[in-house]
């Protein structure tokens, strides 16, 4: 660019001079031009042709155009409107920028992380951010637990249901340890129930397993519970309670999240996510679904190949089985029996009597054959959250294991599945009137073309709406009641009654006056 500065003063620049080095520049003769013209105003722009100058009149984001931005969801167009009506609003009144200069403003001034955020909040923000790598460190050194309520309608019960998957992950091998299917939503007793399949080296998961170091979760109620909390403080595993609203904190467990629904529930019939013509979603149909035992199946074939066919690129061509049997890193196990003790809730009560109706727990009794003849033995209850047909015995001086209790007044599957229907029936027709009373407050207004009060429609003739009324009145019982029917007797005569009181009462007969001293 010098070279053709010194040339043009010389007088001595071609245009095909111009055009070679508008080609060598990968611009057009326009814009070379304009550099040189610029140069000669500024002779600094020659040695960075195509810059801005940098004056003090250039304009910038100021804090009132990224609150406009926030207002209008990174609208730049109306940000701009608002800028000439407070240009407009100054004494003396103002100049706005141009809308192009604002727009360069923005793309200069903003990263595009910060345009994201103040278009659509934090969540947007963060996609533009750079997220490092945690190393791999070894085996059941740190696991990573979450849910996942997966898009896939289930037949449960003769209903379409969507379950719901616990898990867990070795950040190191990228090995599922173990998980837990939940055809409701998952609660504390999901996770300890994933947790035992994971910790326990046996069944479909194996040989991985075994007590990890840590845990890594978010803060889940579920997972954070007090039930949960004690289990892991049993285990001697440390629980690393993440953030809320961070992801990318346990991204082990998130890709999976993602790969299970991409490598195998988006084959499965019922997938809610799949693209269908038109944009009204179709209503669940029971028809072709899998059974929620044929799901699980399904799912817990796809972990093992997961864990034993599956090759992901960062174990660099190997299995995360052979991930696991290569590392030499010690591996704590527990024996069943006392993983399973560890694992569940306790009555947190003083120990309970054995009486002759068995166990008293939660206003319901339990019995087991070692009661008999043990009426008076103080025990400790533990059990499975939710599991109310049974329950765990234990000496409360030595900890050790007595007895299964089971509920003594078990109801028949017969029973509970006709409760079950009653209270669907009771469900159903409590919204039926729901919907009709909603139906019959619905009121019409009409439409307005200008600033007005918003008018009703709807007419009614004088026959129906004393009619409407009185059936209203009739059903509230308090407008029936007449307590000044039959006048209240009239108060002792030793009574100080006042005068308006005592001229509404009935006078008094003989057996009720009492005389005065």
Sequence with gaps: MRRLLALRQEGALTVRQVRLAAQHLAVTERTVWRWLAAAERDPAAARDPGSRAGTSTRFTVTPEVRRLLVLWKG?????????????????????????????RAIRRDLSAGERAGLAAG????????????????????????????????????????????????????????????????????SVLAALRSAVLRTGPYGPVGGLPATVRMDRGRDFLSRTVMAAFELLEVEVEDLPAYTPHLKGTVEGLNRSVERMHLAALPGYVHQPRPGRRPRPADRHGLLSFEEFTTGLIAWVVWWNTGHRPAPLKGRTPLQAWQDDAAPVRDIPPGDLWTFTL?????????????????????????????????????????????????????????????????????????????????????????????????????????????????????????????????????????????????????????????????????????????
């Design 75 to 103: 609208n730049v167009a109306a940000v701009h409107r608002e800028l000439a009506v407070l240009a407009a609003r100054r004494d003396p009144p103002g100049r706005p920028p141009s809308l192009p200069t604002l727009h």
């Design 345 to 517: 809730e306790d009555d947190r009560a003083e120990p309970r009597l054995v009486t002759t109706g068995g166990v008293r727990f939660k206003n319901r009794y339990y019995v087991a054959p070692w009661m008999t003849g043990r009426t008076g033995t103080r025990v400790r209850v533990r059990h499975m959250p939710h599991h109310r047909h049974e329950i765990e015995l234990f000496d409360p001086a030595t900890g050790r294991h007595l007895a299964t209790a089971h509920l003594a007044d078990e109801a028949s599957p017969e029973q509970i599945a006709a409760v079950r229907r009653a209270r669907t029936a009771r469900t159903r027709r409590l919204g039926r009137d729901l919907e009709q009373a909603r139906a019959q407050r619905h009121e019409r207004y009409a439409a307005a073309t200008r600033p007005e009060a918003p008018r009703t429609l709807g007419a009614l003739t004088a026959a129906e709406a004393g009619r409407e009324l009185a059936a209203s009145a009739h059903t509230d019982l308090a407008a029936l009641a007449r307590p000044d029917l039959i006048a209240p007797t009239a108060p002792p005569g030793h009574w100080r009654t006042p005068p308006g009181l005592l001229s509404t009462t009935r006078p008094a007969t003989e057996a009720t006056r009492k005389p005065t001293p």
């Design 122 to 189: 934090e969540r947007a923000a963060r996609k533009h951010d750079v997220f490092l790598t945690r190393p791999r460190g070894h085996r059941n050194a740190v696991w990573e637990t979450d849910h996942k309520q997966v898009p896939v309608l289930v037949d449960v019960d003769g209903q379409a249901r969507r379950p719901w998957i616990t898990w867990y992950v070795d950040c190191a091998t990228n090995a599922i340890a173990g998980l837990a299917v939940t055809p409701g939503h998952p609660s504390r007793e």
